[in-house]
């Protein structure tokens, strides 16, 4: 059965550092999203992308943060210049857009931010 | 905005039925998901309510009324590996979702 990948499973950086977070989302779906969740907190939204351009972002979701499609697979998050509340478990999510909005969570990376 | 709301925490025996309320207060939204999430990993799809009703999916149920901003999730037969986190979301905007904090299911033997 497809399913989302993303890497790495665990990230730690210094607080300043830029950080690439990469996802795979399933092949044949249109929409993508990332989600964070800050250890023992419910999942937030940061943004959504479909035909490659952002369709809809969070409060979360300042200039410290931008996605890209780079080729026809990978969908990146970057965060810029981390800080130490950009800790938390990062989710890529994907879904076909058709007649199933059903979104689809890849495993997570859980960045630290030291 | 929107402001979702679920107990924090229950607990159920192996077996038996749970019910799982939500209650919402939204400007609007495309539809009611139910995700479970076990600790540590990703959330998984349960089920989707569109329109006022009952939808059933195995031993899983999910109901929603629009006019009460309510939506439930039924567990019927537990089994311990039920206990997880149960996340009633909206769908949103563009189609993205807005997450409850979840209500955290212990099932006991």
């Known amino acids: 059965e497809p399913e989302v990948t993303q890497t790495p499973s665990h990230q730690v950086t210094q607080m300043g550092q830029e950080v690439i977070l990469r996802c795979v989302p399933i092949?044949?779906?249109?929409?993508f999203y990332w989600y964070r969740q800050i250890l023992g907190q419910k999942v937030e939204f940061l943004v959504s992308?479909?035909?490659?351009?952002?369709?809809?972002k969070s409060e979360i979701f300042d200039d410290q943060f931008s996605v890209e499609r780079p080729d026809g697979s990978n969908f990146t998050l970057k965060i810029r210049s981390t800080k130490l509340e950009d800790s938390a478990m990062y989710f890529c999510?994907?879904?076909?857009?058709?007649?199933?909005?059903?979104?689809?969570f890849g495993p997570g990376t859980r960045l630290t931010v030291t | 905005g929107q402001n979702i709301d679920q107990p924090t925490e229950m607990t159920a025996t192996e077996g038996a039925i749970v019910q799982i309320n939500c209650t919402y207060q939204?400007?609007?939204?495309?539809?009611l998901f139910w995700y479970q999430q076990h600790a540590g990993e990703a959330p998984t799809f349960l089920s989707y309510?569109?329109?006022?009703g009952l939808e059933e999916k195995g031993r899983f149920s999910s109901f929603l009324s629009r006019s009460k901003g309510y939506s439930y999730l039924l567990l019927k037969e537990l089994q311990m590996k039920d206990s997880a986190s149960y996340l009633c979301?909206?769908?949103?905007?563009?189609?993205?979702?807005?997450f409850g904090t979840g209500t955290r299911l212990t099932v006991i033997p």
């Open positions: 999510a994907s879904s076909p857009g058709t007649d199933s909005y059903e979104q689809y």
């Open positions: 939204t400007s609007g939204f495309n539809g």
């Open positions: 979301d909206l769908q949103t905007g563009a189609n993205n979702l807005f």
């Open positions: 309510n569109v329109l006022d």
């Open positions: 092949s044949n779906h249109l929409y």
């Open positions: 992308f479909y035909n490659n351009e952002i369709s809809e």
